[in-house]
């Protein structure tokens, strides 16, 4: 190193320690970053085979016709199923057309809306989490899971107008 200043020796010497750590300290913070933002399915182990193979005591089941209904379905509440609590459960047979989803949302709601109606000090909370596709006998099925979550109804200060 002829002809360098020690202040220039003493740069390279500090850059060739620094620019490694930059590197592996970016690689660590984006690491961290995807692992905090990634798409994780909170709900991967809820599953139209699972439920069909595991969850076959219902808390609750109803048949719905499509007399009354614009789908022909059996709806059913599950204190637990693979592991999450309250879940409400509509199978159809297909198609799995917006028309069909739309229904059994709604049947959900429906059921939270009777359940809010009867109930004074706790509030149901329909949440929908997706529908998933089983084959059956040669025919689809689709089955639509949804959360039910419960919580306590906040109380009146008392104070009337």
Known sequence: MVGLS????????AVRFVVPAMVILGVLTGAAWHLKNSDHDPYEKLSAIGAYQNCRKPA?????????FPL???IMRHTECLGYEN???VVWNGPNSDKNVTAAKLLGLVY?????SFSSD????FDYIKVDQLSVDDEETYIMFAQLKI??????SGVRL
Do not use: D, G, H, P
């Open 6 to 13: 020690k202040w220039m020796i003493v740069k390279m010497r």
């Open 72 to 74: 022909t379905a059996k």
């Open 112 to 116: 939270a809306e009777n359940y809010n």
């Open 87 to 89: 879940i409400f459960i």
């Open 151 to 156: 919580e306590k109804k906040k109380k009146n």
């Open 122 to 125: 706790e509030k149901m909370i």
């Open 60 to 68: 609750e089941v109803y048949e719905i016709s499509s007399l009354t």
